[in-house]
C-alpha cells in the first residue's frame, strides 16, 4: 500500500464505484484507492479489523468518500465511529450520495462531516464532481499530520 494519500471510497453501487474511480485516475489522480461496499468493511479498514487486521495502521486516509444509504452498517454509523475514535476523528469525510433530504444534509454536517456532495444523475456532471473532489481533497487541502 502507498503510503502517501490514500483515498477511501465507501460505495455500495458497483456503477457508482466505478464512475467515480474512473473519473478520478481519467484526471491523473494516481493515489491509491481503497474500496469498501459496505459500512462493516469502511470499518474494518479503517480500524484494520477482519480482513484488514495486518494493515499498517499508521497509514489513514486522506479523505473517505462515504455514501450514506449502505449494507450492514450505514454511513452515519460509519461517520459517528470514525469522530468518536481519536485516530481517526480528523480524517476527512465527504459524504458523496444520491440523497437530497434536508434531514440527511444536517445530520451529516452535525456528526461532523467535512462536506455533502450529492452525486449527479448526468454522467458527464459525475465524472466532473469526482474530479474536482479528487483534485481538492488529495492535492490542494492541507491535513493534520498523525
Do not use: C
Amino acid at each position: 500500500m502507498n503510503n502517501d494519500k490514500v483515498l477511501l471510497l465507501v460505495e455500495d453501487n458497483p456503477d457508482d464505484e466505478a464512475l467515480t474511480v474512473r473519473a478520478l485516475k481519467k484526471h491523473n489522480i494516481a493515489n491509491e484507492i481503497i474500496v469498501a461496499r459496505d459500512g462493516e468493511e469502511a470499518l474494518d479498514f479503517l480500524f484494520a479489523r477482519g480482513k484488514f487486521a495486518d494493515r499498517n495502521t499508521d497509514v489513514l486516509p486522506q479523505v473517505v468518500l462515504l455514501d450514506l444509504k449502505l449494507p450492514k452498517v450505514d454511513g452515519l454509523e460509519v461517520l459517528q465511529q470514525i469522530r468518536n475514535n481519536t485516530k481517526t476523528q480528523r480524517v476527512p469525510v465527504v459524504v458523496l450520495t444520491s440523497s437530497n433530504e434536508e434531514q440527511d444534509i444536517v445530520k451529516s454536517y452535525d456528526m461532523g462531516a467535512n462536506s455533502y456532495v450529492r452525486k449527479p444523475v448526468d454522467f458527464e456532471q459525475f465524472i466532473e464532481a469526482a474530479r474536482q473532489l479528487g483534485l481538492y481533497w488529495l492535492v490542494l487541502n492541507e491535513a493534520p499530520n498523525g
